[in-house]
C-alpha cells in the first residue's frame, strides 16, 4: 500500500514538471516566432518609410490649427524703461552730429566674450560718474569710460582711471559716427549723444571745461 502512494506521488510530481517544462517551451516558442516576425521586414522598406516620413504632414496637426482662434495682440508702444520715441529722436539728432569732431575715451578693458565684458562694465559704472559703455570692435568687447571732447580732459580721465586702479587703461581716440551702431545698450547711447551734442556746443563757442 505504501508503495502505492509512494507511486502516486511521484506520479503526479511528474506531471507537474511536465507541465512546467511545456509552459516554457510555448514561452520560448513564442518569443522566437515574435522575432523571427520582426526580422522578416526587410531592410528596404524601413529605409524607404524613414525617408518618407514627414513629421509636417500629418493632417491631424493641420485640422489642430484651422480650429485655433488666433487673437490679435497690440504691440506696447514701450516696455518698461525702453521708449521707441527717444530712439527716434536719436536717430534724427544723429544726422546733425559733427563726424570730424574727435573724442577721447579711455578703455578700462577687452575681452572677446560679452559676459566678461559687461561684468568689467557694471563695477566700473559703481566707480565711475562718467558714462562707462560697451564698444564692439572685431574681435574685441571693449568696455570705455568717457566722452571727452579734448585731450586735456582725456589725460583728466585717464589719471582719474589709474588712480582708481586700472593700471592697464589709456586713452584713445574715438569719432562718433559709429557710435550709435556699436552701442549695445540704448539707455547708454542715449547719454552718450547727450555728452556728444554738449561737446559740440563747447567746441563752438571755444570755451573748454574747468578742471578741478
Do not use: H
Not at 42 to 48: F, M, V
Request: charged residues 30%; proline residues 4%; contains cysteine.
Amino acid at each position: 500500500m505504501k508503495n502505492i502512494c509512494k507511486l502516486r506521488k511521484y506520479s503526479g510530481l511528474t506531471v507537474t514538471a511536465a507541465l512546467i517544462g511545456s509552459i516554457a517551451v510555448l514561452m520560448y516558442c513564442g518569443a522566437a516566432t515574435e522575432k523571427e516576425k520582426v526580422e522578416e521586414i526587410p531592410a528596404g522598406e524601413i529605409y524607404r518609410a524613414e525617408q518618407e516620413y514627414d513629421p509636417l504632414g500629418d493632417p491631424r496637426d493641420r485640422r489642430i490649427l484651422e480650429s485655433a482662434e488666433i487673437e490679435p495682440q497690440e504691440i506696447p508702444a514701450s516696455d518698461g524703461d525702453f521708449n521707441w520715441a527717444k530712439v527716434d529722436s536719436f536717430l534724427q539728432a544723429q544726422e546733425k552730429i559733427d563726424s570730424s569732431l574727435t573724442i577721447y575715451r579711455i578703455q578700462l578693458f577687452a575681452s572677446q566674450y560679452y559676459t566678461e565684458a559687461r561684468y568689467e562694465q557694471q563695477i566700473a559704472q559703481e566707480v565711475f560718474s562718467d558714462t562707462v559703455f560697451i564698444k564692439y570692435d572685431l574681435p574685441y568687447y571693449k568696455v570705455l569710460l568717457g566722452n571727452a571732447e579734448s585731450e586735456r580732459e582725456g589725460r583728466r580721465l585717464l589719471y582719474n582711471a589709474r588712480s582708481l586702479g586700472y593700471y592697464n587703461s589709456w586713452l584713445i581716440e574715438s569719432p562718433p559716427d559709429s557710435i550709435y551702431y556699436r552701442m549695445l545698450y540704448i539707455e547708454d547711447s542715449i547719454a552718450t549723444q547727450d555728452s556728444l551734442m554738449k561737446a559740440r556746443e563747447l567746441e563752438e563757442t571755444g570755451s573748454e571745461p574747468e578742471i578741478e
